[in-house]
């Protein structure tokens, strides 16, 4: 059975920095891209950041780049996201979700249909 675990979201204030991390069960996360989403209340989820499988390639939004960074770690079967200088615009709740079938590309804006597999969300509190 898969399955995904995230964990790190918390309350943090402007400015600050949390990790995020995605842990897989039940199968190797290297053979999938993993994605990361967010949706804050009342809004539409939105794709975040990805990481590819084969080549390590990354995705990452506008409203994130240069403040995020994904990254993996085989040995430990987990993906993190390393989130810095937070705004109030990134709470949310934050899930991870891998590309089971294969058709995830990391040049184009994540799609939560080509995500087959979801773990169940990490509230990320960024306020004062």
């Known amino acids: 059975q898969l399955q995904l675990v995230e964990s790190g979201g918390g309350l943090v204030q402007p400015g600050g920095s949390l990790r995020l991390s995605c842990a897989a069960s039940?199968?190797?996360?290297?053979?999938?891209?993993i994605g990361w989403f967010r949706q804050a209340p009342g809004e539409e989820r939105e794709g975040v950041s990805c990481?590819?499988?084969?080549?390590?390639?990354?995705y990452y939004a506008d409203s994130v780049k240069g403040r995020f960074t994904i990254s993996r770690d085989n040995a430990q079967n987990t993906v993190y996201l390393q989130m810095n200088s937070l705004k109030p615009e990134d709470t949310a709740v934050y899930y991870c979700?891998?590309?089971?079938?294969?058709?995830?590309?990391?040049?184009?804006?994540?799609?939560?249909?080509?995500?087959?597999?979801w773990g169940q969300g990490t509230q990320v509190t960024v306020s004062s």
């Open positions: 990481v590819s499988s084969s080549d390590g390639s990354t």
């Open positions: 039940g199968f190797t996360l290297a053979y999938y891209a």
């Open positions: 979700a891998a590309d089971i079938w294969g058709v995830v590309t990391t040049t184009l804006p994540l799609t939560q249909a080509d995500f087959g597999s």
